[in-house]
Every structure is written in C-alpha cells, then in structure tokens.
C-alpha cells in the first residue's frame, strides 16, 4: 500500500488493530500446536488439516498487518526482479562447470600432495 494512499489517521487505526492481529496470529498458532497434542488420538490426517487450516487463517490474518503488506510488497518486487535476471545459457552453464570441477580436482590434488609429503617428513623426524 503506497504512503500517499493512506491518510495519517487511517495508519494509526490500523497499527493498534495490528497488535490485535498479531495476538490472534500467536493465539492460532497456540490453539493449532496444543491441539494437535490434545486430539493425539484422533488420526493423523484429521490434526494435519486441522493444524494447516489453522495456520492458512493465521497466516491470512498476518498479511492484513502492515508487516504482511510490506511481506507481499517484497514478494512481488522480487518477482520482478527475478524477471530481469539474464540467466546463463546451457554452453555457459556447462562450461562454468567444467571449469569449476576441473579447479576443484587441481585444488584437492594439490593438497593431497602436500599432506603426503608432509606425512613422510614428520614420518621420517619422528622415526
């Protein structure tokens, strides 16, 4: 929601609902996590969509704060943004690979190298 959308007094009316909002997230959540513990003996199929139905009403709730709005205002600028990526090409892909697998292999021969040789030298000094 843009700032010159919403007049003063309408931000400040929504951000004490917005702590009412979120004490009923929590309290969702709270009833969702308990009850699940408290029907253990009811099936499994039944809590699952009891504790997920409960958790879509939270979440639901938690977007209509200003926290949420500016969640959904993140999500969709970084669509957008994914958008303008210029991904790499299959060659390019496969090439990048390549070279990072073969520095990879180079690196850890390297290393054995060294740990051998340094092997024998501690080796041959202690006897």
Known sequence: MK???????????QSRHDGLKWAAVVALLVVAVVGNTYFADIGLLYRVLGV??????????????????????LAVSAKKEIQRVVWPTRPETIQTTA?????????????????????????????
């Open 3 to 13: 700032p010159s959308s919403v007049k003063h007094g309408e931000e400040v009316q």
């Open 52 to 73: 997920v139905v409960l958790c879509v009403i939270a979440g639901l709730i938690a977007l209509t704060t200003a926290k949420g709005r500016d969640l959904v205002e």
């Open 99 to 127: 070279i990072v697998l073969a520095a990879v292999v180079v690196v850890g021969l390297m290393l054995w190298l060294i740990d051998t040789l340094l092997g024998w030298a501690m080796s041959g000094v202690i006897g």
